[in-house]
């Protein structure tokens, strides 16, 4: 046997007795073949089929589910008979073909030279064993497998093909073979000596019988063996001898010595296709597969046997039902044998490609190639070279233009094996030199938040601007936080330093940085983002103008600009985020005039819903009513956002400038916002009038952001339902949704079908009602609005109640618990809903307590009018349900059988201790209880409630007068710890 790394192939006569010319007679056996790197399948993994279907994997392939994207046409076999298993081989047909061909050339005593091409995994070892098989009864087999470890032993290869038969030569001390070293001298000496010896052993081994040298990865064979190879296959006339070595696609030295002969045969074994590596799979589970995980199996391999082999293994180790496979298992079994097969293949025999792969991995879809050639610093060719060999791997797509992966698998096997600190330089390179050619801002942008660059805030302002132009909001978000953060820790814009060479704002030619130069002039970006509705056109004062220099801005007025952009963003969103920066905006803003102007542009009645979102409002409002000469416009539309908050600050002042100015849309907005609050403190008249200004003059205003426009129509909308004209205030919220769906307003979106909610559920339409409530609730959650989520699903509730779906109801109100910091109304909206559940169970008790702390916390905001919850009508039913009828008279009295009488709570003789002590205060007196009784001070109290320290402590002597108490600890036993908030 031979000594090289225990590799070595026995010669054998097939199961028949030889002599050698000068060794003594022993029989040779075919040893147990092993599966090796380029095999296909182990003996276990195919089975015998039933001949009586004989196509049994010919089926339609569907195109479903996780292979939705990819192209998996059957490309079927030109003949039947290639789909027939082939012993160990499918998909072969052809190439045994050309070698029984062979075998009849050998048989008639003339030699073939087959030289087997292929990609590694696509069965040239195998067709290589098919071999033996096909022989001729006496043939002498004689076989080597070359390894790139053993290139550094001369005459490796030759001494594992002929030691096994000549091996008695060398013990009697014969040189049958050539020694190790034998190379070195001139061409004439040892050497050529050596060929010549090689020679005569070939010819006298083939002188009885016929002979076979096979030969399994020629390529790594060492020198002295291949040119020996090359030597004796151009010698091999009239001899019957037949070669068969195996080759990568490529081998260009070997076929260049060959490539003349005569009897030279290549055989290039195709892939797999559909049909056959269907019935691979299901040969190896023994049962019916589903077509998508054939599919899917054929599309990872891409008809590679040991890239098959590999993955089907692996699904059955994980015990992958064939018949009904988990598609998101499957894909990451299939992403870890592509890592374990081709991946690794392609970082031995082609790092170039590699290196591609990789970047177009980490960069993303969408990335083109010779962005890739730029940052690997290689020329165009060598990437198109590297793209060839990705395509002939069957991980990308043929077709030329942006790289597309063929199959979802390919991504995360990649990233699986990519370091977290390779993926953060190569986005960093990528963000270079995207900035230095010119690349749109958003493709830049993703790269730079990807590898965390310290740079780059023009090119993140630029690029949320034409996020938000084209609706892609949440990235424009994303892109303005990370400017913002930046600028923490810069000098407020991107200097020479902080950018990569070449990549100064504003500087460059007609292909230079662009993004750069959009944002610096500033007009572009604020006409788009006007376009998109986004924002109104001169919101935001110097944001975008003439006051913006040419140089970086101060810190402090650019981080003001950055967070009200980020505000306005953020209203398409994410509310809650908004209504955080909208604070900071405010907080920011460096006088009261761009304060007000800021807030202007960033009012919505949807940001009212929680307490976080309207304290800038009403902090603003009073402070810029005490201007020497505020603008009308911000004037009105602050104190609209006030009223719908449930404050009045200077109210007076903002009358007198709307009946000045009746037809001004501002004027409107503040009609309908006032006619609200008009009908919640039960003025029925003036609140119809009011809301009729707001519903006939109001035009909706498509295109632009309709939220400072249609908040009066959604004020006018609820005072209608409140004070009776239902079919009026259902027409006008039919409006506001048809106006913020138009508008594409999707924070009014929300807070639009609850109001149309509302109006259907006062018709007793509930179905309709309930409808809407849901939709709601799923756009509120969309823009992260926990306030109006709230507000959603109690309405869900009220619905669902009036359907007598009472378990679903108290599911739905289960479903996510309130939010706090939520708006008093919202909180008495779900004690409603609540009270509602309860009662509906029969459970009356803790119904009329749910009932009667909705009341309260209403009666807190000054709201009067029973129609705005129709909480009285509950409790008396409650109350009357657990035989109390005389508390359900009284519950009742106030209401006198009609909108707009007295609406207090119930009185003192029939109110519990707390209640009836809270029975004799005000609205605004309980307001400042609510807040003592939690602690707070008289100066806290004050800022909470945007009052003076005098203010309160005058409210305060009164309220112990009332209750004859001296001390706030006597209060808080009088009246209880319950909080509004």
């Known amino acids: 046997m031979g000594r090289s790394g225990g590799k070595c192939f026995t010669g054998y006569v097939r199961g028949q007795a030889i002599r050698t010319p000068t060794g003594p007679s022993r029989t040779y056996r075919e040893p147990a073949q092993k599966p090796t790197e380029s095999g296909i399948w182990n003996s276990h993994f195919i089975h015998n089929r039933s001949t009586a279907d004989p196509h049994p994997s010919i089926h339609p392939i569907k195109s479903t589910g996780i292979i939705s994207s990819l192209d998996l046409t059957p490309h079927c076999c030109d003949i039947d008979a290639m789909h027939e298993p082939n012993g160990e081989l499918h998909h072969r047909e052809r190439d045994t073909a050309q070698l029984r061909e062979s075998m009849a050339e050998l048989a008639a005593g003339r030699p073939t030279v087959a030289l087997v091409h292929g990609a590694r995994g696509t069965g040239r070892s195998a067709l290589l064993r098919a071999v033996p098989p096909l022989l001729p009864p006496d043939a002498l087999v004689l076989r080597a497998r070359c390894h790139p470890s053993e290139q550094g032993f001369e005459y490796g290869m030759v001494r594992q093909l002929f030691d096994p038969v000549l091996s008695g030569a060398v013990h009697r001390g014969d040189q049958a073979l050539p020694e190790p070293g034998g190379e070195r001298g001139s061409a004439d000496g040892p050497a050529q000596e050596a060929l010549r010896q090689l020679l005569h052993t070939t010819r006298s081994l083939a002188a009885d019988r016929p002979l076979a040298l096979l030969v399994d990865d020629l390529v790594h064979a060492d020198a002295p063996s291949l040119r020996w190879f090359a030597y004796i296959a151009r010698r091999l006339d009239d001899l019957p001898v037949l070669v068969v070595a195996t080759l990568p696609t490529a081998a260009p030295r070997v076929v260049e010595e060959l490539g003349s002969l005569p009897y030279l045969r290549r055989l290039w074994p195709e ?169 749109p801002a958003r493709q830049t942008a993703e790269h730079l938040l990807k590898a965390g660059s310290d740079w780059g805030i023009d090119v993140l302002r630029s690029a949320g601007g034409q996020a938000a132009a084209a609706g892609d909001h949440r990235s424009a978000a994303r892109y303005l936080r990370r400017a913002l953060a930046l600028l923490d820790t810069s000098d407020g814009g991107a200097s020479a330093e902080e950018a990569p060479a070449g990549a100064v704002p504003g500087e460059g030619g007609a292909d230079g940085v662009r993004g ?85 542009a960033l009012a919505s009645p949807s940001l009212v819903a929680s307490v976080e979102g309207a304290r800038p409002f009403l902090r603003a409002c009073g402070e810029f009513a005490s201007q020497p000469a505020p603008s009308p416009d911000h004037l009105l539309r602050l104190t609209a956002q006030a009223l719908l908050a449930g404050h009045r600050p200077r109210l007076g002042q903002a009358a007198r400038v709307a009946a000045r100015r009746p037809d001004d849309a501002a004027a409107r907005t503040f009609a309908g916002a006032l006619a609200a609050t008009a009908a ?37 909308a609820l005072a209608l339902a409140w004070t009776g004209e239902i079919d009026r205030a259902s027409a006008l919220a039919h409006r506001v949704v048809d106006t913020a769906r138009a508008s594409d307003d999707f924070a009014l979106t929300p807070l639009a079908l609850l109001v149309r909610s509302e109006t259907a559920y006062r018709q007793d339409e509930y179905g309709a009602a309930l409808a809407d409530a849901r939709a709601a609730a799923g756009h509120a959650r969309e823009l992260h609005s926990a306030a109006l989520t709230s507000a959603a699903l109690a309405c869900t509730a009220r619905a669902l109640v009036g359907l007598d779906r009472a378990e679903e109801a108290a599911a739905a109100l289960a479903r996510e618990p309130l939010a706090a910091g939520t708006h008093p109304f919202v909180r008495a909206l779900h004690l409603q809903a609540q009270g509602m559940v309860a009662a509906a169970r029969g459970d009356h008790t803790a119904a009329v307590g749910l009932f009667l702390d909705c009341g309260h916390r209403l009666a807190l905001r000054g709201i009067t009018n029973p129609e705005v919850l129709l909480w009285r009508a509950h409790a008396a039913q409650s109350y009357a349900a657990l035989g109390e009828h005389a508390a359900a008279v009284t519950i009742m009295s106030g209401t006198g059988g009609g909108p707009g009488a007295d609406a207090s709570p119930p009185s003192p003789r029939q109110a519990p201790g707390p209640v009836r002590g809270r029975a004799l205060l005000t609205p605004a007196e309980l307001r400042v209880v609510d807040l003592v009784v939690r602690g707070h001070s008289s100066l806290e109290v004050a800022e909470s409630l945007f009052l003076s320290k005098r203010t309160v402590d005058t409210h305060l002597g009164r309220i112990y007068r009332k209750l004859k108490i001296r001390s706030r600890h006597e209060l808080i036993a009088a009246l209880g710890t319950e909080v509004t908030a």
């Open 516 to 600: 750069n130069a959009e944002f610096v002039n500033g007009e572009l970006v604020h006409g788009e983002l006007v376009d998109a509705g986004v924002v109104d056109g001169g919101s935001f004062g110097g944001l975008f103008g003439e006051e913006r220099t040419d140089g970086a801005a101060d810190l402090a007025e650019t981080f003001h600009e950055l967070t009200a952009w980020l505000a306005a963003v953020e209203l398409h969103c994410d509310l809650d985020g908004a209504a955080r920066q909208v604070a900071a905006a405010a907080d920011t803003a460096p006088d009261p005039a761009r304060r007000a102007a800021a807030l202007v």
């Open 680 to 716: 919640a403190t039960g003025r029925l008249g003036t609140a119809r009038r009011l809301a009729a200004r707001a519903e006939t003059t109001a035009r909706p205003d498509a295109g632009r952001r309709a939220a400072t426009s249609t908040g009066g129509l959604v004020g006018a």
């Open 271 to 439: 892939p797999l296709c559909a049909t056959c590596t269907a019935d691979v799979v299901d040969q190896a589970f023994d049962a019916p597969v589903d077509r998508d995980l054939a599919a899917l199996c054929h599309a990872v391999s891409y008809g590679n046997p040991l890239v098959l082999q590999d993955l089907v293994s692996r699904l059955r180790r994980a015990h992958v039902q064939p018949g009904a496979p988990d598609p998101e298992q499957v894909l990451a079994i299939a992403a870890q044998a592509l890592s374990a097969t081709t991946l690794s293949w392609l970082d031995e025999d082609d790092p170039a490609a590699g290196e591609l792969l990789t970047q177009l991995v980490v960069l993303g879809p969408g990335t083109d190639v010779p962005l890739c050639g730029a940052l690997s610093d290689r020329g165009e060719a060598h990437v198109q070279q590297a793209r060839d060999s990705l395509v002939r791997a069957g991980l990308l797509r043929a077709d030329r233009g942006v790289a597309e992966f063929v199959h979802p698998a390919v991504r995360p096997a990649v990233l699986a094996r990519v370091p977290a600190r390779t993926r953060l330089e190569l986005h960093a390179r990528a963000a270079t030199v995207l900035c230095r050619t010119g690349a």
